[in-house]
């Protein structure tokens, strides 16, 4: 009896040490990252005493999903709204922003026109409209340059995505191994694995799924990111429609790379990049030069009507450069396309100059021998016939093609870098149109340029003002949409984040009691030990 009982108590006493290891292992990880709480499964033996049957992690595998979805989501949403919100501040300040440049420059035109022979007023003027062009400068600069830290944190979470699915990968092979060689489960290596899957999450939404204890995971189009033991890794290159512009590449074979519809790149800080370039900087860009184009266009066309205090035609009072062309990679050689800003026309029944331009990029291609014009914006395509001298006209521009083949394409940004190119043609106030072509020094011709601010000089986006303040509303509606979104889907996580870890988080109330519990459980078979002894030295001691 007193050996049946010393190795009863023996089981018991090993028993309660791997409880208590096990304790006081979720004790020490309470605040690490990705651990999940362990508990240690006991099993009765048929000979008497007691078993290790298992050590498990306390997991939900579909509510971790959702976690993950869900902080995927919310830094998207967090990565967008912390660009937006620099250009909604920028437009909107009241100080800053555009508003009172232009409402001066308009102002400093009706100073000329109650006095087109002063030469104070004709300066004044020159310098508000200086102003004017170097803000414009300066926003369109600004928001370049946040074109171009996308580009470069694209490349930056690019790599860290190639970084996770290499350690998942890795992980992979590491718990196969592990299982194979001990029969049992590597419960540190399947908690490292769930946190390098829940760190991909931040950066890019992929889909995962288990077979055979292995993880894949796919992009949201099916592109597989890990597969088993090896991954694929995504790059970053050169749009090939626009070198300037970076986009996310797939290797489909060896040295062969696609580029991958951004629509399929959701979730992360990768995801709420694209979405940011896509839906607010490059549309602020582009209708930030629709209208210093329009400004530009419209205001010579009309300082071309007048004349200067020195008798000459009003020459142009803006500086304004072309639009952007560019190739696609694979044109044929010799192909070209020339793409400038139709002038400014008084549309029939109006007085004042107004020009048909949009917002929107547009790919001129030859198909099939006709040529294709698609808006990028809309899906739009239109057929554009070549007139006798080669020339075809649409939305404000005019097109001149030169050897392009089938299968040729351009893209075409009007306006996305035409801020840039805004300033002042004029150097002096005397050079100022005021006067019709009656007399220079009345202010006909000047009263002429001041009705463009309220006119819709720029076609069906209005006039100046009405222009900037939709693009102001525009930004802002679309930050405070991102906001709302953004609250929403934290909460969201913060639910699904405290849901997850009553069930794998380690609590230290909860261990605190167990370990009194498991102590007192390593006392008792203790106690069965030294008694067994004590039987045992009585037997003896009969004899």
């Known amino acids: 009896m007193a050996s049946s009982m010393l190795s009863i108590g023996v089981s018991g006493l090993q028993a309660a040490q791997t409880a208590l290891a096990t304790n006081s292992n979720n004790i020490a990880n309470v605040y690490t990252p990705g651990y999940s709480r362990e508990t240690v499964e006991l099993s009765g033996s048929s000979g008497g005493g007691v078993s290790v049957a298992s050590i498990s992690r306390q997991t939900d595998s579909y509510l971790s999903a959702q976690l993950d979805s869900a902080m995927s989501a919310s830094t998207a949403l967090e990565t967008h709204e912390a660009n937006i919100s620099q250009i909604d501040n920028l437009l909107a300040d009241d100080e800053a922003g555009l508003a009172p440049l232009m409402q001066e420059f308009f102002g400093a035109i009706e100073g000329v026109a109650s006095q087109p022979s002063d030469p104070a007023a004709r300066e004044s003027l020159l310098g508000s409209a200086e102003s004017l062009a170097g803000q414009i400068n300066a926003f369109s600069a600004y928001l370049d340059d946040m074109d171009s830290a996308v580009n470069s944190r694209l490349g930056d979470v ?22 194979a060689r001990t029969g049992e489960e590597p419960l540190g290596l399947l908690d490292q694995r769930d946190q390098a899957v829940t760190d991909l ?36 290159e050169p749009d090939p429609q626009d070198m300037s512009r970076s986009v996310v590449t797939y290797s489909v074979a060896p040295g062969v790379t696609s580029a991958i519809d951004e629509a399929q790149l959701e979730g992360g800080t990768l995801g709420g990049l694209l979405s940011f370039r896509a839906d607010s900087l490059e549309p602020t860009q582009n209708q930030l030069g629709q209208l210093a184009a329009g400004l530009a266009l419209t ?36 192909a070209g396309l020339e793409v400038t800003f139709a002038p400014a026309t008084q549309q029939e029944g109006d007085d004042f100059y107004s020009v048909a331009l949009t917002g929107d990029d547009y790919r001129l ?52 870098n035409i801020a840039d190119t805004f300033n002042v043609a004029i150097d002096e106030g005397a050079e100022i149109a005021a006067g019709s072509s009656d007399a220079s020094l009345d202010n006909r011709n000047i009263l002429a340029l001041q009705s463009l601010q309220s ?11 009405d222009h900037y303040a939709s693009l102001v509303s525009q930004v802002g509606n679309q930050t405070r949409q991102v906001q709302v979104n953004l609250e929403a889907q934290q909460g ?52």
């Open 365 to 416: 291609s030859l198909e099939g021998g006709t040529y294709q014009l698609e808006n990028l914006s809309s899906g739009a395509v239109q057929t554009l016939t070549p007139d006798s001298e080669g020339v075809m006209r649409q939305y404000g521009l005019v097109f001149t093609a030169t050897g392009m083949a089938d299968g040729d394409s351009f893209t075409i940004q009007p306006t996305r």
């Open 201 to 236: 999450q931040t950066l890019v939404g992929v889909e995962v799924q288990e077979q055979d204890g292995r993880l894949s995971v796919s992009l949201g189009n099916g592109q597989l990111l890990v597969n088993g033991s090896s991954n694929h890794e995504l790059a970053v």
């Open 158 to 179: 690019v790599g860290d995505i190639n970084t996770a699915t290499s350690q998942i990968a890795s992980l992979n092979e590491q718990i196969s191994l592990t299982r």
């Open 299 to 334: 205001f010579n066309a009309q300082h071309a009507d007048g004349v200067d205090a020195n008798g000459n035609v009003g020459g142009d009072f803006f500086t304004l450069g072309d639009p952007e062309v560019l190739p696609a990679s694979g044109n044929a050689a010799g």
């Open 455 to 465: 006119s819709d000089a720029l076609g069906s986006a209005g006039s100046f003002n």
């Open 492 to 543: 969201l996580t913060e639910q699904l984040s405290a849901a997850d870890q009553s069930i794998s988080g380690g609590n230290l109330d909860e261990e605190a009691a167990d370990l009194i519990r498991y102590q007192q459980y390593y006392q008792a078979n203790a106690q069965v030990i030294q008694t067994a002894s004590t039987v045992l030295d009585t037997i003896l001691n009969i004899r």
